[in-house]
């Protein structure tokens, strides 16, 4: 997501998955979609069945390869350094999109004097501080020519003194830790690189011009272009093949296909996932990625784009309305103690931009408030701005873990997330969660985390755990109603279809009732920082008692109504009221967001999916003849399918090409007309050049399709990403390699390190651990496994925890196929069955001969198929931006044998019936001959 | 049917489909959409570009290019199912020819015999009862679901062997019977057929008719077994001639048998008659031996490789019994004793037929799931004679390729 | 109510409430149930089946769970096979749809491996030899022109278990479920109301193609046609046309390797061809050997 964000102006997927039938290539890289993403696959299916060339470049052969045309094997953790190869090629033989560059990127864009790249700094940008492990980009100066230089905040870090001893974690080496935690301030997504409004590119005080210094022969020294021909220079064919255990020709075929399939004519897509966000440089695979696809011309484009594949059924929305600690809905960044966001007036100065869509900035955040505040806030006081938390620290999941191991925390809620099992380095997370005093899970199953204290075979004795552990029965999907923000933004809403069984209750009624029950407690106080919680508008109940489908009444008291907090996500006009039902109006989509307190807006990405009160667009299931399908269901922002799509015509307004039409200029009607709402203003003329001292939407040239970047453009240099402003390749914290391009620099300089007895590191070259180990998914199984592992017809399918290795490997290792094996890693050790199949392949390194293996992360100690699990082996390391780990790659070893001590025991007996309803009825026999009355003949 | 139509027609837009919404107000008015029916990106072909791609391939390893016995094969499992019959089936199989085998001989001496072999006669009746009385049981008890024995006979399908044979085998289970009774009506000295005529006119009538269908009945019963297996897809039996005539004559000898050991064990006495009747039935015996020796060594050569799973394992022994138990028979048969000896002799000959008959049965039943469970025997089941297969010349180049390209696992 | 296919003992405490049925069930279960008359499909045109493009499959096993889910099936326990990603192994009287995985990973050029993956499932064949041994007339071909067997009225005799040259059907086992055999229906329930069988319903890529074989056979006869000229020279169907000596497939596959690489039987046997030529030597040897003793009876000696 960042990586688009930095790039594009919005973190998400650029387009959506059925638009990929409409490709001419699809390069897969970093994800397995056939396998995590099945039903989506059938749309790469569609376009391999209509001729287009799919390629999968994946460690491992998995069930994806065998449906793409071809798969290239490389070694886990080179994807930069195979993409910066592709952008080399590109470069180098003048391959890319010559218009849709020049117009539609800033390759023309001149880069500040003082600006240094890898390839000066052996391997590290300018602006580097040592101390602080991170970037200051205002000094280092990633920055436009003529823009002014700033100091960029760094965050202070979170009191870090003498290190103190780590939780009651269980066995394992004790190790004194190498390195303690970096600063705190990075890490924080920043609303930038997650698509937000405030650019690091430049200074508060004099922003990104709209139109700063160029040269349209792309021919300066210091122009984009030729900075980024000089970054890839060294990434050729034969270097890369070098660092990723491919052949050079792998790479140049990939590079070929990906040109003759892109231009006017053709179209390609890049979809990826967690193989590469998973690294402490994913950030940057991703921003690689987006290089490629700029310079091949494919975003904006039917069967173009990057198809980010998200996880859980709305992970999308819980970045869009986050779950994340440092932003607001909608990107909107949360404020932090060290910046100058004291004054509301200030941090929207400080956060928007005075030029593309994020001009709007204040009018976003002060709906965001008024939504939240009601008659509390006021443009008078600031829409009671002062409320909002500040940021001191960083708060995301895997550096609060590490806070918690050291006993900093004393209460804990998880709301359907399992750490103990999913969670990277689950033994540290599970020693974590012991140290809480009290842990409040909302589950529909008991998983590792509820039940660590009594079942984790490799903690400590259950009286020695004194965590209070209150396991609360969530009510299924059937039985809630609500929305999913997929992959491709689009909300879809689904009705309640049953009451919950028995205590179990929706997430919505714990959240709304806690929140009703803390009102309750604050309702007298007087102190100032009550007055949040006083004032918070908190009133989602039905009007009238809820029903189900077939009309009865629900049995469940306290519900909210889910349709009343998408409503005020929607929108709606403080005074004007709905004509029809009497309410307040809602508002018909964030153009009518105001600053001046007469709107309030939960999120204002998601404004107008419910625009009238008898109009929840997430609910529509129309289909039609446009292929978009722009009446299923609703995306964000307004409908648009393909974002950027004004890309898809050429700067003067036509289609690149007939076959790749998208939207287009009508000069009968001055509109943009085509098959999706133009993500671009509908009446902007192609011809329009903003004045000089334009500001807002103004200083957008009707030839400028990324309206979320303050110059209108797709960024190939970004100074938005904490790590560096080109993708550089920087090698895995654990690798057996040294870094072949920049010698001096092995891992990402930015990359945040929480070592600590439980979290030891090998790091690269790794010397004590030969094997590269990488995790993957399985269709059979979900996530960390309580949805799929106490359901034996799952579990049928993969019943055991196995490890994928190669022949050459367990033979040297004496490993026998179906046999037991245990896998090492500094954290741990772990037994698996050994999978040996031609699937993984040794690779040549460098010289040297690397072996891979593969563990799927889906066992753990709680179900019916319980196993060790993955993560006990992955470690805690962050990159800097959103603070992903790297359970993609680490450093581990393996033997034959079992590791006696550490096997689960099943938390659940075996049901051969996992369901326990009888057959589905219809409404006929099924019996051939007639109904004898023994439709159910049970002997 | 339109829902599947839908899928048929169009797989991709199934999903697609108009579900109605029942919550749905008013209409979109959506302004911005291009009235155009369908932009060109959806309809146009991707035609391959300038860069060529292989089409992957069945592909060679080089190291199994030229082992043998890389034929292809999906791991180490058998392709076919084990047949599920069990113990009571080869036990059914046995005494269900033996007491047809025994019936046959009963009435051909009672018939040809005129009177001469009545001993036969009668004791071949009793010893046909006493051999059939056990096969409802077993065959009941084989059954998945033994309560429902008799939908065995919901139907009457001949072109089902085991159809057939269940009637058939109640219909001789009728024929021998009434034959049982005739025996104990005469062993009170009241054989109908000697009653006073009209009486005895209409009772020897009514015995040839009685004969006329029980042999008939008998005879199936006797081979329909082998029949039976030969019409299944498993590699030992499937369609091989010689099984039934194989069974046929295995009945018949063992049928001989337990009627010559049942006669010996009821009298203590050697009697003239019925050391003739005795030696027509070793003759008998030693006919049907001729006959299922040829019928094996037909069955061997027309199973071919696929019969080997009578050598191997458990079943290899069982069968090896077999031939010996039958040479054995014969041997003791031909052996020069005389007087006391005699009778011994002659009632280890009949065992030892019998033991013969019983592991053949065994051989075969067992011998049949053995090869079901073996992948590369099961495969054989459904090898191509040549130009049996339509598109038999890009198959078998299909096979070469494939045959050569098989990296197992495991 | 549809026929419960496998009932467990787990289960049956489930239907507790429901005796007083079960009893009934019972009681009409003590006679056979007699034989109507199942309306035959006229032509090619109303006989559904299925055309299983290997060539699309992904491997998902989402036919696979479907099946068990809809027709309520028994997990069949947790046996690790390491046959790839295949740990059901083959079809069962419990696995009505398996998934079959075959490594075919090229030595050298990464770009030429393979991992076949086929959907197996019941042929439904068109002369199918498990509908010609069933003696109870259990299995039928119904109204949809698809083998049936009519769970109200298998025995578990076991006989269609041995005749299929396909090793699809297994029976149920006798102690903890029913002991009947079982195999795909090929939904006959939800043909019946109008629904896509559910294997075919929840293929995310329509590698499983539910129709009318006539457009099917069709359908699959162009995608051949289409692959080849993609250059998929091996691509074959199997079970189109008739295979040798047997009668076409109603649930027929496209193929792109040796049929024995999926565990498909090459020329899989009619073993009922003959039959009555056997019939004839066994009735012949009988007859002989009793005509034989006759004779020898007949003599004086
Ligand atoms: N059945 C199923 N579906 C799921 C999930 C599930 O658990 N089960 N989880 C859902 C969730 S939450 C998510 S986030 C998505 C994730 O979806 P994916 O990202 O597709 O899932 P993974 O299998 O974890 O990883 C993808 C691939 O990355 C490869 N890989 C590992 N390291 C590298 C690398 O360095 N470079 C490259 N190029 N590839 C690498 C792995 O071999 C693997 O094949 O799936 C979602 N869908
Ligand atoms: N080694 C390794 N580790 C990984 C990954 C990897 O690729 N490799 N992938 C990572 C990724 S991408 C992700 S997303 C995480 C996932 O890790 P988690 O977020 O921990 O995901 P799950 O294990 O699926 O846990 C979700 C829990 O929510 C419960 N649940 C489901 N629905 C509801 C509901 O409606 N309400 C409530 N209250 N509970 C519900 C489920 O029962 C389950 O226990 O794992 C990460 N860990
Ligand atoms: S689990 Fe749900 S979201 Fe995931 S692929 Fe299957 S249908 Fe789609
Ligand atoms: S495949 Fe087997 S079970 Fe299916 S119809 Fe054919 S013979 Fe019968
Ligand atoms: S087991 Fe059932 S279906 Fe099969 S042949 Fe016997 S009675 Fe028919
Ligand atoms: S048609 Fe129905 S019974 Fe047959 S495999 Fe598909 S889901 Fe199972
Ligand atoms: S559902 Fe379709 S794609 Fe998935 S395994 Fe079954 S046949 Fe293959
Ligand atoms: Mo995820």
Request: proline share 8%; with cysteine; charged share 20%.
């Amino acid at each position: 997501m960042p990586g688009l964000g930095a790039s594009f102006g919005r973190g998400a997927a650029t387009g959506y998955q059925q638009d990929l039938a409409n490709s001419d290539c699809i390069l897969i890289m970093g994800s397995n979609m056939a396998e995590a993403h099945p039903v989506g696959f059938r749309w790469p299916m569609k376009a391999r069945q209509r001729g287009a060339t799919l390629i999968h470049v994946d460690p491992r052969f998995s069930r994806t390869s065998a449906c793409c045309n071809l798969h290239l094997g490389i070694r886990a953790g080179s994807d930069i350094a195979f993409l910066g190869g592709i952008i080399n090629y590109l470069l180098t033989h003048d391959k890319y999109f010559p218009e849709y560059v020049l117009h539609y990127t800033n390759a023309s864009t001149l880069i500040a004097e003082e600006f240094r790249d890898t390839e000066d700094l052996e391997g590290i940008f300018s602006g580097y501080d040592e101390q602080q492990r991170a970037y200051n980009s205002g000094q280092g100066r990633w920055a436009y020519e003529d823009s002014q230089a700033q100091e960029e905040h760094v965050g202070e870090p979170i009191g870090e003194t003498a290190p103190e001893p780590q939780g009651t974690g269980g066995a394992g080496p004790q190790r004194a830790g190498r390195r303690e935690p970096s600063s705190a301030g990075a890490g924080m997504h920043g609303p930038s690189v997650m698509g937000g409004a405030s650019t690091h590119a430049t200074a508060r005080g004099a922003p990104t011009p709209a139109h700063p210094p160029q040269d349209p022969t792309l021919k300066h020294p210091r122009c984009v272009l030729q900075l980024l021909k000089k970054h890839y220079a060294r990434y050729t064919p034969e270097t890369v093949a070098e660092v990723c255990g491919c052949r050079p020709e792998d790479v140049v075929r990939v590079a070929e296909l990906l040109c003759a399939n892109s231009g006017r004519e053709r179209t390609s897509a890049i979809v990826y996932a967690v193989g590469w966000t998973q690294h402490t440089t994913g950030v940057q695979m991703i921003r690689a990625a987006s290089i490629i696809q700029l310079l091949l011309g494919n975003i904006g484009r039917p069967g173009g784009g990057i198809m980010a594949m998200r996880g859980h059924c709305s992970i999308q929305g819980s970045t869009d309305i986050p779950t994340l600690y440092d932003l607001l809905p909608g990107y909107l960044p949360q404020p932090i103690c060290t910046a100058n966001h004291e004054k509301f007036a200030d941090f929207c100065d400080q956060e928007g931009l005075p030029t593309g869509y994020w001009s709007n900035f204040k009018q976003f955040a002060a709906s965001l408030l008024k939504a939240w505040y009601g008659d509390a806030a006021t443009p008078q006081n600031d829409f009671r701005f002062e409320w909002l938390p500040r940021i001191d620290g960083d708060y995301s999941q895997l550096p609060f873990f590490h806070h918690m191991t050291r006993g900093r925390v004393k209460g804990y809620f998880l709301f359907g997330q399992n750490p103990a099992g999913g969670g990277p380095n689950a033994r540290l997370h599970r020693a974590g969660l012991a140290r809480l005093d009290w842990l409040v899970a909302a589950d529909w199953f008991e998983h590792e985390s509820a039940s660590f204290w009594k079942n984790d075979p490799t903690g400590p004795r259950p009286a020695e755990i004194k965590t209070e552990v209150f396991l609360l029965p969530a009510a299924s999907i059937l039985s809630k109603e609500g929305t999913f923000t997929n992959t491709q933004r689009l909300l879809q809403w689904h009705d309640k279809a049953v009451v919950p069984e028995q205590d179990c209750r929706s997430d919505l009624w714990f959240v709304y009732n806690l929140g009703k029950r803390l009102k309750q407690l604050y309702a007298g106080s007087t102190r100032v920082q009550d007055q949040a919680i006083q004032a918070l508008t908190w009133d989602y109940e039905y009007d009238e008692p809820p029903r189900l489908p077939d009309g009865s009444l629900s049995r469940i008291a306290g519900e909210p109504d889910a349709a009343k907090v998408l409503q005020e996500i929607n929108g709606y006009f403080v005074k004007e009221v709905d004509p029809q039902t009497g309410k307040r109006k809602l508002l018909s989509g964030f153009t009518d967001c105001r600053d001046d307190g007469s709107t309030a807006c939960g999120c204002w990405i998601y404004s107008g999916v419910y625009p009238a009160y008898d109009r929840n667009r997430a609910r529509d299931r129309r289909t039609g003849d446009n292929p978009l399908q722009p009446e299923w269901a609703w995306a964000w922002p307004h409908n648009r399918r393909v974002m950027y799509n004004r890309a898809s015509a050429d700067p003067e307004g036509r289609p690149w090409s007939e076959r790749k039409k998208l939207i287009w200029w009508d000069e009968t009607n001055q509109k943009w007309l085509g098959f999706d709402e133009p993500d671009f203003p509908p009446d902007k003329p192609p011809s329009y050049r903003p004045p000089d001292e334009a500001q807002g939407m103004d200083a957008i040239a009707g030839d400028q399709p990324f309206i979320m970047k303050p110059d209108g453009v797709g960024w190939l240099f970004s100074p938005a990403a904490k790590d560096g402003p080109f993708p550089a390749h920087y090698e895995p914290v654990e690798s057996p390699f040294g870094n072949l391009l920049y010698p001096k620099q092995n891992d990402s300089p930015t990359t945040r390190y929480f070592e600590g007895p439980l979290n030891l590191l090998d790091h690269a070259p790794s010397r004590q651990f030969p094997l590269i180990g990488c995790t993957f998914r399985l269709t059979e199984h979900y996530l960390s496994g309580p949805m799929s592992r106490f359901n034996s017809w799952l579990n049928e399918l993969q019943p055991e925890m196995f490890v994928e290795l190669s022949p050459e490997l367990a033979a040297e290792r004496g490993i026998a196929h179906g046999g037991w094996c245990v896998v090492r890693s500094a954290r741990g050790a772990i037994e698996a069955r050994a999978m040996v199949t031609n699937r993984l392949k040794p690779l040549q390194v460098q010289g040297q001969t690397v072996h891979q293996i593969g563990l799927p992360f889906h066992w753990s100690y709680a179900g019916e198929s319980v196993g060790c699990q993955a993560n006990d082996l992955t470690s805690l390391v962050c990159d800097p931006n959103v603070s992903i780990h790297e359970a993609k790659v680490f450093a581990c070893d393996i033997a034959a044998g079992r590791a006696p001590g550490l096997t689960p025991r099943p938390t659940a007996p075996y049901r051969r019936w996992p369901t326990q309803a009888a057959a589905p009825d219809t409404s006929r026999s099924a019996q051939a001959e007639g109904q004898i009355g023994q439709g159910d003949c049970r002997s | 049917m339109a829902d599947k139509d839908a899928h048929y027609e169009a797989p991709w837009t199934e999903n697609l489909r108009h579900r109605p919404d029942p919550n749905r107000v008013q209409p979109l008015v959506d302004g911005g959409h291009a009235a155009i029916s369908a932009p060109p990106w959806q309809s146009s072909p991707q035609s391959p570009p300038g860069v060529s791609l292989e089409p992957r391939r069945a592909h060679a390893s080089p190291q199994s290019e030229t082992g043998s016995e890389s034929e292809p094969s999906y791991y180490d499992v058998s392709p076919l199912k084990r047949p599920v019959w069990k113990w009571q089936i080869a036990n059914y199989f046995y005494f269900g020819g033996m007491s047809a085998g025994a019936y046959l001989i009963a009435r051909a001496a009672d018939r040809a015999g005129r009177g001469r072999h009545r001993a036969v006669a009668r004791t071949g009746v009793w010893v046909a009862l006493a051999a059939l009385a056990p096969c409802p049981p077993l065959l009941i008890d084989d059954l998945g679901d033994p309560k429902r024995f008799h939908h065995m006979l919901r139907v009457f399908k001949p072109a089902s062997p085991m159809n057939l044979g269940t009637w058939m085998l109640t219909g001789y289970g009728g024929a021998l019977a009434a034959a049982a009774a005739r025996e104990l009506l005469r062993d009170f000295g009241l054989a109908p057929e000697e009653a006073p005529p009209p009486a005895g006119e209409a009772a020897k009538t009514w015995l040839d008719a009685h004969d006329l269908a029980g042999i008939p009945l008998a005879t199936t019963v006797a081979g329909y077994t082998g029949v039976l297996l030969s019409c299944t897809a498993n590699p030992l039996w499937c369609k091989n001639r010689w099984l039934g005539p194989l069974f046929s004559a295995s009945a018949v000898s063992t049928g001989a048998e337990a009627i010559s050991l049942a006669l010996d064990l009821s009298r203590r006495e050697e009697r003239e008659e019925q050391d003739a009747s005795q030696r027509v039935l070793q003759k008998i015996d030693s006919a049907a031996h001729v006959a299922e020796a040829v019928c094996i060594t037909g069955f061997r050569r027309e199973a071919g490789e696929k019969g080997k799973s009578l050598e191997q394992g458990p079943v290899s022994k069982v069968h090896r019994f077999a031939t010996g138990a039958l040479i054995a028979s014969e041997v003791l048969k031909r052996l020069p004793v005389k007087g006391k000896w005699r009778k011994p002799v002659r009632m280890l000959a009949a065992a030892s037929g019998l033991a013969a008959g019983f592991a053949l049965r065994w051989a075969m039943v067992y011998g049949g799931k053995q090869a079901a469970d073996d992948p590369h025997t099961a495969r054989l089941v459904s090898r191509p004679q040549r130009g049996e297969l339509a598109g038999d010349e890009a198959r078998s180049s299909l096979r070469v390729s494939a045959a050569s390209g098989a990296t197992e696992q495991r | 109510m549809i026929s419960l296919p496998i009932i467990s003992s787990e289960q049956n405490q489930h239907f507790e409430r429901r005796a007083l049925q079960d009893a009934m069930a019972s009681l009409t279960n003590a006679f056979p149930p007699r034989r109507r008359e199942v309306p035959q499909p006229a032509d090619d045109d109303q006989v559904m089946g299925f055309f299983t493009d290997t060539t699309l499959c992904i491997g998902c096993k989402a036919c696979e769970v479907a099946c068990k889910q809809w027709n309520q099936l028994p997990s069949d326990g947790l046996n690790f096979t390491g046959y790839s990603y295949d740990n059901t192994g083959r079809l069962s009287a419990t696995t009505w749809r398996h998934v079959a995985f075959k490594e075919k990973i090229a030595e050298n050029d990464s770009f030429q491996s393979r991992l076949l993956m086929l959907s197996d499932v019941c042929k439904h064949c068109q002369s199918a030899p498990c509908q010609h041994a069933c003696p109870t007339g259990s299995i039928v071909y119904n109204q949809f022109g698809d083998v049936y067997v009519q769970n109200d009225i298998c025995n578990g005799c076991g006989y269609c278990i041995a005749a299929c040259p396909f090793g699809v059907l297994g029976r149920a086992d006798e102690e903890h479920d029913d002991g009947h055999a079982h195999k795909c229906t090929l939904c006959m329930d939800r043909q019946e109301d109008g629904l896509t069988p559910a294997c075919a319903k929840s293929c995310p890529t329509s590698s499983i193609q539910f129709g009318p074989v006539g457009q099917l056979r069709e359908a699959a006869r162009r995608r051949v046609e289409k692959l080849h000229e993609a250059g998929h020279d091996q691509a074959y169907l199997y079970g189109c046309d008739p295979l040798g000596d047997y009668g076409p497939l109603n649930s027929f596959f496209l193929l792109e390797d040796h049929p024995n690489e999926y565990n498909l039987p090459e020329a899989p046997p009619q073993p009922f061809r003959g039959q009555g030529e056997r019939y004839a030597a066994s009735l012949a040897v009988g007859a002989l050997l009793t005509g034989l003793a006759a004779v020898l009876f007949a003599r004086k000696g």
